[in-house]
């Protein structure tokens, strides 16, 4: 069965800080995907991979960066965390041409 | 600018009747769309899927219907059980600028589903 794990289901950090969030899948999966989830805006793409350290931006990078040096981990940073980068993250992997398998979130808060 | 549009926040529906959750689209470039289900504190699970090549396809209690020249995409829950109650989202792709080949999508705003005894 597809696994997407994200390593932490919330977490509170303080503006300024420098936020790793983590995920990792077991299926071999080419593509990696990091969305934020917001009300009323739905899933937006803040940065994708195709395969190891290959990285593009999405629809809203600001802020944010990526790490993909082994095939089944895509981490998502936050350079400086600020307020209005609390969001509920989430991640996800896919083959080529194939539907994309979710992570079960990472809430964030940023105080 | 939203390229993938739900216009429905909510959908209320009684159980055992049709659930129609809508989707509009504003790229003709879209060539392949998915639908998705998210429950309360876990991630969207793909539903279903429908390639431009085609106007309809059913799994089960689900079909997609797909209108091109309206740009226009819905999903029929029939019938619907209180355990479809969730957030839906639709989601586009476009092949030609090879977004096919990295799975990359556009997600609507989503619809919160909810089906009553």
């Known amino acids: 069965d597809v696994k997407v794990t994200q390593s932490s289901r919330y977490l509170v950090k303080r503006t300024g800080e420098k936020v790793f969030l983590e995920c990792v899948q077991d299926?071999?999966?080419?593509?990696m995907f990091w969305y934020r989830q917001d009300p009323g805006l739905g899933l937006r793409l803040i940065y994708f991979s195709y395969d190891v350290k290959m990285k593009e931006k999405g629809d809203i990078p600001e802020g944010y960066s990526v790490s993909r040096e082994k095939k089944e981990r895509f981490s998502l940073i936050l350079e400086s965390a600020s307020t209005n980068q609390t969001s509920m993250y989430l991640c996800?992997?896919?083959?080529?041409?194939?539907?994309?398998?979710f992570g079960d979130g990472t809430r964030l808060s940023i105080l | 600018d939203q390229q993938v549009k739900q216009n429905s926040p909510s959908l209320s529906v009684q159980e055992g009747r049709i659930s129609i959750l809508n989707c509009d689209y504003t790229n003709s470039m879209f060539d392949y769309f998915l639908w998705y289900k998210k429950y309360p504190a876990e991630g969207p699970t793909f539903l279903i899927s429908?390639?431009?090549?085609?106007d309809k396809n059913e799994d089960g209690r689900f079909t997609v219907f797909l209108n091109k020249s309206a740009k226009h995409l819905s999903l029929h829950i029939v019938p619907s059980q209180p355990g479809d109650s969730a957030v839906y989202f639709c989601?586009?792709?476009?092949?030609?600028?090879?977004?096919?080949?990295?799975?990359?999508?556009?997600f609507g705003q989503g619809t919160t589903l909810q089906v009553k005894p």
């Open positions: 429908i390639s431009s090549i085609k």
């Open positions: 989601a586009a792709s476009a092949s030609t600028t090879g977004s096919s080949n990295t799975g990359k999508l556009i």
């Open positions: 996800a992997s896919s083959l080529a041409g194939q539907p994309q398998h």
């Open positions: 299926m071999d999966h080419e593509n």
